[in-house]
């Protein structure tokens, strides 16, 4: 595997599921392809992009016009996410008729991790049976994005060893969720 490979791979290892946009990324960064994400605020497109421009100031190629983009005003149309679209039609109408979709070789559309997906891709290791349970349910019925699972999985870490218990129990995971960040 060369060099270049191997980095590109590293990088995007970091970035949980998408294997579709990843690969996208990939193709992107071969042939020297501009690429546009298309995605909410939940999902990886904003990361990809990120591991575009790191990549492209690391490895061989700068493409100004690469980007990621949301689908409408407040992120959440038509992308199967958690969260509901609050735009009119009009809205999201004058929305993408502000955007060039012509000028991308390659775009793609980056939708939420589904409430299962987030869950195969989540270390929940040190949790007990009700712990995941518990989380589960706060994915599916809350909309957790991937970002807030992980984010809740790491404060009920930090509840359960300031309570010096070696596992993570239902107690730290529901004090955890009461402190995830409400959306606007």
Known sequence: MSDRKEEIDLRLAEIPGQYHAKRALEVALE??????????????????????KELQGTIWYKNPYSRAIKPCPCGYDGLGTNTACTCSIEQVTEWRR????NDYA?????????????????????FDEMAVRLLRAAVLQLGLSYRQTVETISVAHTIAEMAAHEG???????EAIQYIGKRD
């Open 106 to 126: 390659i775009s793609v559309v980056v939708p939420d991790d589904s409430p299962d997906e987030i869950m195969k891709l989540v270390d929940i290791g040190a």
């Open 31 to 52: 042939g020297k392809h501009s690429i546009q994400f298309i995605g909410s605020q939940d999902s990886q497109a904003e990361a990809l992009i990120d591991a575009l």
């Open 168 to 174: 993570v129990q239902a107690c730290h995971t529901a």
């Open 98 to 101: 502000g955007l060039s979709f």
